[in-house]
């Protein structure tokens, strides 16, 4: 199929495009990367009055390090942030977790503003950003506002940006601690497609070496990412995997998965509980190597 005819503005500036979305009677649609949006156009998925290229907006091409955040702007691809070693330092779970988006062409034109958007509930920088409690940016021609990642989600291809306006930043916070580390699996039935499952995970160390706690985010077990905090299941344990087989089981026993083709309920729920024992083993085995150098 082919999309339906409809407008095209490329602006100069954020103010001529918030001014194009901002246009009366007018379903405007955001094209940075594209790789989401015009899948769905040329399926008739989504009909837009109007697509508003922000291409040109090279101010919102970056990729910082500031204020114990990680800033990634609307125009900076998947590749670019995948490729930043200070972004990479500060939070090394974007690396992880960028490895497993699509396949390389994809992430060199695809960004991870549109990708957090676009709210697939298979993607993985939607449920990155969850774990991490980041922070998304947004602007209209009445001003700014900040929406939390925790109420960003509204459902299966629903976020909180309202017509009108347009993503410029997600925050992601730094790793705080020096006894803190991340990890990030999934399953996809061939690699690059969606995940059937995947885990994001971060685990911290006490002072005695123990397990201080964990929190994991999931990812294609319901209409948005969830998150559950683990910590019940592993805090004072010894920091081996040993450790794991009750917070496998919490993973569990928490998620009804919707059945669709590619997986059965049980089977979603088992992955979840084994994904859940890899990726802690990987943060980790993360949060050892920091406390010992």
Same mark, same amino acid.
């Given at each position: 199929?082919?999309?339906?005819? #409809?407008?095209?503005?490329?602006?100069?500036?954020?103010?001529?495009?918030? !001014?194009?979305?901002?246009?009366?009677?007018?379903?405007?649609?955001?094209?940075?990367?594209?790789? &989401? #949006?015009?899948?769905? $156009?040329? $399926?008739?998925?989504?009909?837009?009055?109007?697509?508003?290229?922000?291409?040109?907006?090279?101010?919102?091409?970056?990729?910082?390090?500031?204020?114990?955040?990680?800033?990634?702007?609307?125009?900076?691809?998947?590749?670019?942030?995948?490729?930043?070693?200070?972004?990479?330092?500060?939070?090394?779970?974007?690396?992880?977790?960028?490895?497993?988006?699509a396949h390389p062409a994809i992430r060199n034109r695809g960004t991870t503003v549109g990708?957090?958007?676009?709210?697939?509930?298979?993607?993985?920088?939607?449920?990155?950003?969850?774990?991490?409690?980041?922070?998304?940016?947004?602007? &209209?021609?009445?001003?700014?506002?900040?929406?939390?990642?925790?109420?960003?989600?509204?459902?299966?291809?629903?976020?909180?940006?309202?017509?009108?306006?347009?993503?410029?930043?997600?925050?992601?916070?730094?790793?705080?601690?020096?006894?803190?580390?991340?990890?990030?699996?999934?399953? &996809?039935?061939?690699?690059? +497609?969606?995940?059937?499952?995947?885990?994001?995970?971060?685990?911290?160390?006490?002072?005695?070496?123990?397990?201080?706690? !964990?929190?994991?985010?999931?990812? &294609?077990?319901? =209409?948005? =990412?969830?998150?559950? +905090?683990?910590?019940?299941?592993?805090?004072?344990?010894?920091?081996?995997?040993?450790?794991?087989?009750?917070?496998?089981?919490?993973?569990?026993?928490?998620?009804?998965?919707?059945?669709?083709?590619?997986?059965?309920?049980?089977?979603?729920?088992?992955?979840?509980?084994? #994904?859940?024992?890899?990726?802690?083993?990987?943060?980790?085995?993360?949060?050892?190597?920091?406390?010992?150098?």
């Amino acid at each position: 199929m082919k999309p339906r005819s #409809l407008g095209y503005a490329r602006p100069e500036t954020v103010a001529e495009a918030l !001014a194009a979305l901002a246009a009366p009677d007018v379903e405007a649609k955001v094209l940075a990367g594209g790789q &989401s #949006l015009v899948p769905l $156009m040329s $399926m008739r998925l989504a009909a837009p009055d109007l697509v508003v290229d922000i291409n040109r907006l090279a101010d919102l091409s970056y990729v910082q390090v500031a204020d114990g955040q990680v800033r990634v702007g609307a125009l900076a691809r998947h590749a670019e942030v995948l490729a930043s070693p200070a972004a990479a330092v500060a939070q090394p779970l974007l690396r992880k977790a960028l490895r497993f988006v699509a396949h390389p062409a994809i992430r060199n034109r695809g960004t991870t503003v549109g990708s957090i958007v676009h709210a697939d509930p298979a993607g993985e920088m939607p449920a990155v950003l969850v774990l991490l409690s980041g922070t998304v940016r947004v602007a &209209s021609s009445a001003g700014e506002r900040s929406i939390p990642a925790g109420e960003f989600f509204l459902g299966p291809l629903e976020s909180a940006v309202q017509p009108g306006e347009l993503a410029t930043e997600v925050q992601f916070p730094a790793l705080a601690g020096q006894a803190a580390g991340t990890g990030f699996t999934e399953v &996809s039935r061939r690699r690059g +497609d969606y995940a059937v499952c995947g885990v994001a995970a971060i685990a911290w160390l006490r002072a005695d070496g123990r397990i201080g706690g !964990a929190k994991a985010a999931f990812l &294609s077990m319901g =209409p948005r =990412p969830a998150v559950l +905090d683990l910590t019940e299941a592993v805090e004072g344990a010894a920091a081996d995997s040993k450790s794991f087989p009750a917070a496998a089981r919490l993973a569990r026993d928490r998620f009804k998965p919707t059945p669709d083709i590619h997986a059965t309920e049980s089977y979603r729920r088992q992955l979840a509980g084994v #994904l859940t024992e890899r990726a802690l083993t990987e943060a980790l085995t993360d949060a050892r190597e920091a406390v010992t150098g």
